[in-house]
């Protein structure tokens, strides 16, 4: 019955006259910004997609109304979390003591974490992401962080620095890939945890996201390119997982969308790590 009713509505709503208004509908929704965490269109590149954005808000997160996004989830730990908190927990416990979160946004995850979590006297946890964040994070920092451990940067090349590098929910927004952007250290980090990664089964791809208060191009990785990619750098996978309470919906193309994201952990082989 379910079934029958589910397929009945799916050939109304693409009935050539409903099917316009529906597309109409979302259009004025998405331009208008009330189409929050949907995407739009399909392309080939960065530039391609960041042309198809509508022009009605920036573009991406460097500016002073998405610094001011997600106070909200401050304290607050997601299904998603706890397999990242178990490999931070394993990688603290084997020493590691430097944590780089590229796109770690005011520092979300170290607040968080920190409700759960023992973390050493003597971490340092470095957030990376772009300046508008970044001046604001560490305005943050000041009333909320005692311990004193949270520091700020917006250049990526600290990296090389860190025994860790984590990072939740920020490589799609970025216009080099995770194993583009570790290729250029000098010195690569041990560990890096991986999270809320949008990945397709087939192919790259580029879409156009609405945060609200802006678009973001967004990428769509290649699952076995991504995965390729980092071990030819030198990294072991040593876990994965799917963080099912997450999805991507590019609108009215199923093809493209996708009903889940990934996580991984992975170690750098010892032949691999030079430099440290």
């Not at 979300?108 to 003597?122: C, I």
């Not at 390119?225 to 099912?244: C, K, P, S, V």
Request: charged share 25%; hydrophobic share 35%.
């Amino acid at each position: 019955m379910g079934e029958r009713l589910s397929n009945a509505r799916s050939i109304i709503g693409n009935l050539p006259g409903i099917r316009h208004w529906r597309h109409e509908r979302f259009r004025n929704l998405f331009e208008s910004g009330r189409a929050v965490g949907t995407c739009r269109g399909v392309f080939d590149s960065y530039e391609a997609a960041a042309s198809a954005a509508p022009a009605s808000r920036p573009l991406g997160y460097d500016h002073d109304d998405a610094a001011e996004m997600y106070r909200d989830r401050i304290g607050q730990i997601y299904p998603s979390d706890y397999p990242m908190m178990f490999w931070l927990q394993r990688a603290l416990t084997q020493g590691a003591r430097r944590v780089f979160d590229l796109g770690g946004h005011i520092g979300l995850s170290y607040y968080s974490y920190a409700t759960r979590m023992e973390l050493p006297q003597d971490l340092s946890w470095q957030v990376c992401d772009v300046p508008a964040v970044v001046d604001n994070g560490r305005e943050e920092a000041k009333a909320r962080d005692n311990a004193r451990r949270l520091h700020f940067t917006a250049d990526f090349a600290q990296a090389t620095q860190a025994d860790v590098l984590f990072t939740a929910g920020c490589l799609q927004y970025l216009q080099e890939t995770l194993a583009q952007r570790l290729s250029s250290l000098p010195r690569k980090p041990e560990w890096l945890l991986v999270n809320l990664l949008p990945l397709h089964p087939a192919r790259d791809y580029w879409t156009v996201q609405s945060i609200g208060t802006a678009y973001c191009p967004y990428r769509i990785q290649h699952d076995e390119g991504f995965f390729q990619a980092i071990r030819q750098l030198g990294y072991r996978q040593l876990d994965r997982w799917e963080n099912l309470e997450k999805s991507c919906w590019v609108a009215f193309d199923n093809e493209h969308s996708l009903d889940r994201y990934h996580g991984a952990v992975f170690r750098l082989e010892p032949a691999f790590n030079v430099g440290g």
